[in-house]
């Protein structure tokens, strides 16, 4: 099948497909004595395992890791799981982050009346001055 077909079975867009090629993620495909990619079953399974573990934030290289676990048979789910549990304490960081920043915009909003006045709160605080 052609780039078009292997992106529509398997979710992830031509161009992105072209990228994970260039950066050694995926095989780059078989061509045809005129220069089109060539995909199979396999390489869209491929895709797809790719796109699910990118859709849950992991990354490039993490994704390189897992899909070299993922064809390796002698690995250990230990292997596995280590991945996944960094991946998620990165999401709990994140989760946190964001938990602090929405604090502290809600207090920089309670502070800012609103109003037709041009003093504003909300301003001075990302200028860094206190409000």
């Not at 869209?44 to 699910?52: A, D, G, S, Y």
């Amino acid at each position: 099948m052609n780039i078009g077909t292997a992106a529509a079975h398997s979710g992830v867009p031509a161009k992105t497909i072209r990228y994970y090629e260039s950066v050694g993620l995926i095989q780059p495909a078989d061509r045809t004595a005129s220069g089109y990619r060539v995909y199979g079953e396999q390489d869209v399974e491929t895709l797809r395992f790719v796109q699910r573990a990118r859709s849950l934030g992991f990354s490039v290289e993490d994704v390189g890791s897992l899909l070299a676990l993922w064809r390796d048979r002698s690995r250990t789910s230990a292997e596995v799981k280590a991945l996944a549990r960094h991946r998620v304490e990165d999401i709990d960081r994140k989760i946190t982050e964001l938990t602090e920043m929405r604090e502290t915009l809600l207090h920089l909003m309670e502070r800012c009346k609103g109003d037709e006045r041009p003093e504003c709160p909300i301003l001075q605080g990302l200028a860094g001055k206190t409000a």
